[in-house]
């Protein structure tokens, strides 16, 4: 059974870079799309982007210009970086796992870690 | 990028009741890419149905999609007590993909 796990800091001032890894565990990275997937605090699900396990990206239009996704085969690790954050990147930021077929969806989640952004 | 509107926001049923949630797209969705994921509370989302039809595996045969185009339905046909949570539509077939805003069914 694949498993994800987002690991990072919880608490990231306004302006700087919010970083964030997922593990996976139970499967390899290889053969499939890895999304980051966030949502404000009761609020609806937003689409980050992906990495292919080659190291492709696509990204959201809306985010494209303040983030980066890679990917570390070699320890089964993908990472995200947003830059210049405010109290609008407040959110639960969940890893997911998407399979060849389908490059948006979204079959294993991570349980999401909580990212607030504030001085 | 494609719209997708929920409805109703929140649907309140009994168990052992069925259920009916509506997912409307802006525009069409290509090849019926449209899958439906279900939100408990402190939770992360999971997939139910994709392909607009298909349940994902492990997905009990009360949930079923249904729908092609910009009208997509998920059907819960006899409620159980852990039915209850928020349930999203989700567009996969013209990037970005998107989300609906979500229907939370509760507990009536």
């Known amino acids: 059974q694949v498993q994800l796990q987002e690991s990072g800091p919880g608490l990231v001032k306004p302006s700087e870079t919010l970083s964030l890894t997922c593990t996976v565990s139970g499967g390899s990275i290889s053969s499939y799309y890895w999304s980051w997937i966030r949502q404000p605090p009761g609020k609806g699900l937003e689409w980050i982007g992906y990495i292919y396990y080659t190291g492709s990206t696509n990204y959201n239009p809306s985010l494209k210009s303040r983030v980066t996704i890679s990917i570390d085969t070699s320890k089964n690790q993908f990472s995200l970086k947003l830059s210049s954050v405010t109290a609008a990147d407040t959110a639960v930021y969940y890893c997911a796992r998407a399979p060849p077929y389908g490059a948006y969806l979204l079959d294993y989640w991570g349980q999401g870690t909580l990212v607030t952004v504030s001085s | ?108």
């Not at chain 2, 997912?23 to 090849?31: L, N």
């Open chain 2, 1 to 108: 990028e494609i719209v997708l509107t929920q409805s109703p926001g929140t649907l309140s049923l009994s168990p052992g009741e069925r259920a009916t949630l509506s997912c409307r797209a802006s525009q069409s969705v290509s090849s019926s890419y449209l899958a439906w994921y279900q939100q408990k509370p402190g939770q992360a989302p999971r997939l139910l149905i994709y392909g607009a039809s298909r349940r994902a595996t492990g997905i009990p045969d009360r949930f079923s999609g249904s729908g092609s185009g910009t009208d997509f339905t998920l059907t819960i046909s006899r409620l159980e007590p852990e039915d209850f949570a928020v349930y999203y539509c989700q567009q996969y077939g013209s990037p970005p993909n998107t989300f609906g805003q979500g229907t939370k069914l509760e507990i009536k």
